[in-house]
């Protein structure tokens, strides 16, 4: 299902003689679905200058990703409202691995 996006995302994708770029920001929408072993997180960027990134973490990749991202956080300053989301959102995902 599609959700918008309230915030912000950017995406590089770097070759030795290239650079993408694409940003998604508050008119771009993001899925997230399940696939066999993987998710895929498809970020929408509508209008004239349409752009998709689509990407696809298998779970061993993912539960990797997740942990790296709390050693990131565990001693980051941030601000009430986003720590806020980040542990909802955390404590969504465990009761969802639990089932």
Do not use: W
Not at 2 to 24: Q, R, W
Not at 49 to 60: E, G, M, P, Q, V
Request: net charge negative; charged share 30%; glycine share 4%.
């Amino acid at each position: 299902m599609k959700k918008p996006i309230n915030d912000g995302a950017e995406v590089s994708i770097e070759f030795p003689d290239k650079a993408y770029l694409g940003y998604f920001r508050s008119d771009s929408s993001f899925e997230v679905e399940r696939e066999r072993d993987s998710i895929a997180l498809k970020l929408v960027h509508p209008g004239d200058d349409k752009r998709i990134a689509s990407f696809h973490l298998h779970d061993y990749l993912l539960a990797d990703v997740l942990a790296a991202t709390a050693d990131c956080l565990a001693e980051a300053e941030i601000a009430p409202p986003q720590r806020t989301a980040l542990l909802e959102a955390a404590e969504k995902l465990a009761v969802a691995l639990k089932r």
